[in-house]
């Protein structure tokens, strides 16, 4: 009867031991890779096929347009379009509730970044449709984006206007670029288009996220959207 009582213990022991193991070592820890894409959208490639960067190291940092500086800005040309903090449009789908929209050729959205080290990483932006129709192209001639004033020669992309009314926010890879130690301006303004009653126009921008083992910071105006 002793011997077969050790024998249970022995059993049900080695028994808890696989439950416990099966519980820790199934989804249990904090995934960081940056597959996980704000704007409200499921976890999914970018929108030119790259995996979401899963070789990457370090930490992902997530910026938002609505915190960049957007006093002095003006929206995309007609009479009562937003300016300033109006640019700042809330909206479920984006990452913080707020994306910015209505760009125009007088309101770049500027990104003041500081880097704890000079650095190569992955540049992507989440983008949306701003309301427009149809779907646009945008690229080096429509879109512009600088990286400490050299401009980006990023692969096309585009945005297709939503049947249920969003943003239809897509994540996309704009390459590689290099951060500098100290602070670095990345710009997007808008090209040379007529998407939106012949006049130029810009995607609406919700964030845009860099993957990296620097420390980054970024100057913020988060009374942008009180």
């Keep these: 009867m002793k011997l077969f009582k050790k024998l249970l213990i022995a059993v049900l022991s080695v028994c808890l031991a696989g439950t416990i193991f099966a519980f820790t070592g199934c989804g249990g820890e904090d995934n960081n890779d940056d597959t996980n894409n704000p704007g409200g959208n499921t976890e999914q490639p970018d929108e030119n096929g790259d995996e979401g960067g899963t070789e990457e190291e370090g930490e992902t940092y997530v910026f938002e347009a609505e915190y960049t500086k957007l006093e002095g800005l003006e929206g995309f040309g007609p009479s009562g379009s937003p300016v ?55 690229n080096t001639t429509t879109f512009k984006i600088s990286v400490n004033g050299t401009e980006l020669n990023y692969t096309e992309f585009s945005t297709t206007q939503s049947t249920s009314g969003g943003q239809n926010f897509k994540t996309i890879n704009l390459g590689e670029i290099t951060l500098n130690e100290g602070e670095n301006t990345i710009v997007f303004s808008v090209g040379d288009n007529k998407y939106l009653n012949n006049l130029p126009v810009g995607p609406s921008i919700d964030c845009i996220r860099i993957k990296t083992t620097a420390t980054l910071t970024m100057e913020t105006y988060e009374d942008n959207i009180l």
Excluded: Y
């Design 84 to 138: 300033g903090v109006g640019l700042a449009l809330p909206i479920t789908d984006a990452s913080n509730g707020f994306c910015v929209a209505n760009l125009g050729t007088d309101s770049p959205i500027t990104f003041k970044i500081t880097s704890s080290a000079q650095v190569t990483v992955t540049l992507r932006g989440i983008f949306g449709n701003n309301s427009l129709g149809g779907t646009n192209a945008w």
